[in-house]
């Protein structure tokens, strides 16, 4: 069992930067392969960002060169970092770990791009 816990949400001005932070209880963290999603209001859950096991990575097109997920697997927590932001990056980031057939949920954190 992964239990996870974000941080890191909350009201940013256009132009400007976040880090949005996922922490993993338990052991085996460094297999799990790690998702970022976000919703917006109305919306479907989309993908926003991928790392691998190995640390490999993969971005949507919609954040591509603003964002960067990393991990810290002595930690047991990866990272999403945006830069840059948007009104349209406004959405519930939700970060997903998985391997197999597990599947982990974070409770998900607020994000405001506006000024």
């Known amino acids: 069992q992964v239990q996870l816990v974000q941080s890191g949400g909350g009201l940013v001005q256009p132009g400007g930067s976040l880090r949005l932070s996922c922490a993993a209880s338990g052991s085996d963290f460094d297999i799990y392969f790690v998702d970022w999603y976000r919703q917006a209001p109305g919306k479907q859950r989309d993908l926003v960002a991928s790392?691998?096991?190995?640390?490999?990575?993969n971005y949507a097109d919609s954040v591509k060169g603003r964002a960067t997920i990393s991990r810290d697997n002595a930690k047991n927590t990866v990272y999403l970092q945006m830069n840059s932001l948007k009104p349209e990056d406004t959405a519930v980031y939700y970060c997903n770990v998985h391997r197999g057939w597990r599947n982990y949920w974070g409770q998900g954190t607020q994000v405001t791009v506006s000024s």
């Open positions: 790392i691998t096991s190995a640390g490999s990575t």
